[in-house]
């Protein structure tokens, strides 16, 4: 199947600072990513799809201006967490989808903890 | 109401029991579900996906689709504390988005 990476694994930032997540497909040209958001003893949320050379489409209660998504190629998404807040710290996983299987492939997520 | 529902748990159940993991959804016009096991730091695994009502076996691993009632289950047959981590489960809406449950704790005890 399809390998996603994520970099960076861990991040410590402090509040206020922007802090940029990247997400590749490394055997799979993926037309569309999802980025989820994690917190503690909770379950993935998704934060915004994106379709490679299009703008993301927001879930409700999602910030578009603090959480930019850029998906410019096939095998590249980034998201940047803008102004990062303590509350902003979680687990962010992206992950691909290959519609045509149907199979999503996961990232090994990035941990962010804003201070 | 919450697009998809799980009893968060935890389930503790003991080794080589069974243990059943339910699940249930709104939107009734979904088509394709799905059963992840996560454990702790890590990114969601794929244990099994389910498109038709009725059964579909794995191992020791049983999901179980009824779309009338719009549930989902997942059944794990002689339960090891391997197995223990959080079971999660998702449905893909006709947007192609991939919407997750918030996951039950399942505690295998040797």
């Known amino acids: 199947g399809a390998v996603v990476s994520q970099h960076p694994s861990r991040v410590i930032c402090k509040s206020g600072t922007s802090v940029k997540i990247e997400c590749r497909s490394l055997d799979f040209q993926a037309t569309t990513m999802f980025w989820y958001r994690q917190f503690p003893k909770k379950s993935l949320m998704l934060m915004a799809t994106?379709?490679?050379?299009?703008?993301?489409?927001?879930e409700q209660g999602v910030e578009k201006d603090k959480f930019l998504i850029n998906h410019a190629s096939l095998t590249l998404s980034t998201l940047t967490v803008t102004s990062a807040h303590p509350e902003d710290s979680s687990f962010y996983i992206c992950?691909?989808?290959?519609?045509?299987?149907?199979?999503?492939?996961f990232g090994p997520g990035t941990r962010l903890t804003v201070l | 109401q919450k697009e998809v529902e799980q009893n968060s748990g935890p389930l503790s159940v003991p080794e080589g029991a069974i243990a059943s993991l339910n699940c249930t959804y709104s939107?009734?016009?979904?088509?394709?579900f799905f059963w992840y096991r996560q454990y702790s730091g890590k990114s969601p695994e794929l244990i099994m996906s389910?498109?038709?009502?009725g059964d579909k076996e794995d191992g020791r691993f049983t999901a179980q689709l009824n779309k009338a009632s719009q549930y989902v289950s997942l059944l794990i047959r002689d339960s090891q504390p391997s197995d223990s981590a959080t079971y999660l489960c998702a449905v893909r809406s006709n947007t192609g988005k991939l919407i997750f449950g918030q996951g039950t704790t399942l505690q295998v005890k040797p």
């Open positions: 992950s691909t989808w290959d519609y045509r299987t149907d199979t999503q492939y």
């Open positions: 994106s379709n490679e050379g299009s703008k993301a489409t927001y």
């Open positions: 389910i498109y038709s009502n």
């Open positions: 939107d009734r016009g979904s088509q394709s």
